[in-house]
């Protein structure tokens, strides 16, 4: 099944913009998106295949880290991770929506 994985990682100092366009640029090919500018922090949405919601979060991890070492960001640590699955009910977000 696949898994959206949204991944944030906090440290000691604001982000730039030209941080986070690296970053989106290293997670580009796990049809990610990448945020952080101007925060303390920064975080990715990618898309990962995996039979359960904890392996999508392993391997959404391993490879989040692996794409911050593609880049100058400094590796600090993932404070949150959560996923959301294809086949997982959207029916509380519609009614948001409407």
Not at 48 to 75: H, M, N, R, Y
């Amino acid at each position: 099944m696949r898994f959206s994985v949204s991944i944030q990682a906090e440290g000691d100092r604001e982000v730039t913009l030209e941080e986070v366009v690296e970053l989106a640029d290293a997670v580009a090919g796990l049809n990610g998106i990448a945020s952080g500018y101007g925060t303390m922090g920064y975080g990715a949405q990618i898309v990962v295949e995996a039979d359960t919601s904890s392996e999508a979060a392993d391997k959404a991890i391993q490879q989040f880290t692996q794409a911050v070492g593609q880049t100058s960001l400094p590796l600090w640590p993932v404070t949150r991770a959560e996923t959301l699955g294809e086949d997982e009910d959207y029916g509380d977000l519609d009614s948001d929506l409407q």
